[in-house]
C-alpha cells in the first residue's frame, strides 16, 4: 500500500466533503487517517491516503483538478515507508489551556517552551472568542509528557509563562482511562 | 476460574441487548468469577461487563480501589447482577477507554453521582451510591449491558479520538 498526505482547504459550502471522497472512493483510494473542520469562514480536510497500486504524485493525473476548479487549494504528497504509522507515545496525556485578551505573541511562547523541553504536541486548536472591542484569544493544546517530566514540572514552567505573558493558564491530567 | 477472552468490536456481541438474570445460580456465580478473574488478569482494568466475554446476561463487575482516579472513592469489588441506575446527578466528563475497541479513546460526559440497584454475588439486594471515578465505571459497564459502546457516548468533537498510549 502507498501512502500519501492530502490537505485541501477552501470557501465552505455544503458538498466539499461528499466531492472529495467521491474521487477517493472512485479511484480505489482508502482513507487511512483524517481529521476536517470549519477553521473561520474555511473548511480544511487533512487526510492520510493509500493506494494499491499508485505510486506517485503523477499517478493520481487530473483527479484533484475538478476541486482546484471550484476554489480548493490541494496538496498531495507521498509519504516514507512508514509515514503512516502512529508513533509510540508513552505517557501521561496532558491538557493545556491558554486563554487571555488578544494580543501577539501568545502562541509562540508556550509552544517554544514545550519544544523546548522535548515534550511532544499532539493536537492544538487556538480560537478567538469574545466581543470585538474585547477579544479573547484561547489556545488548547494536548502534550504528552515524556516519563522524566511530571505534571507538576510542566504545570510549574507554565505559571512562569502566565505571569510574563499576562494570560490565565491551567494543566490537567487527561490520560484516558480504561474501563 | 478462568480469565475469558475480551471480545473486541465489531463483534455483534458487543451491540446486543442482554437478558435479565433470572435466577441467581452457579452458572451465574461461575459467570461472576470469569468476570472477576478477567478483570483482575487484564491488571489495568477496572470493570468488564458479561457480553464483552461473550455472555448476554445483565452481570457485570467494577472495581476502582486499585486505580489512581478511584482510590480515594469506592465500594471496593462490586459484583452486580441485573444492575439498573436508579438515579443521576450531575456531570463530569473523563476520557474513556475500552478493552473491546482498542487504541480509541474519547471524551464522554456522564452522570457524576449514581444510585445504582442490583443483586450481589450473594442473592443480596443492595443499592449504592456511586460518586466520580466510581460512577462513571458503573455507567460504562452497564452500557455494555444495552448493547452499547462509549462510542456512542463520545460528547465533544475536537481533540476526541486518542490512541491510547501503549502498555
Known sequence: ???FSLT???QDRIGIVAQVTEILFRRGCNIADSSCTLLGGQFAMILIISHPSIDSVAGFGNAFAPLEAEGLAVSLRPLPPGGEQAPDLSGSLCLISVYGSDKPGIVYPVVKELGDRRINITDLNTKLVGTTQNPVYVMMIEVVLPPQISLEDLAGWMAALRSSLQVDISVRDITPVEL | MAVREILLYPDPRLKSPCQIVEKADGACDALIQDLVDTMYGAGHSVGVAAPQIGVPQRVAVVDVSASRQGRDNHHGL???INPIILQRSGTMTMREGCMSVPDYTGNVARAEEILVQFLDRNGRSRAIRCRGFEAV?????????DGRLFLDRISSLKTDLFRRKKP
Open chain 1, 8 to 10: 485541501l482547504i477552501g
Open chain 2, 137 to 145: 465505571a458503573v455507567q460504562h459497564e452497564l452500557d455494555h449491558l
Open chain 2, 78 to 80: 462490586l459484583t452486580m
Open chain 1, 1 to 3: 500500500m502507498h501512502h
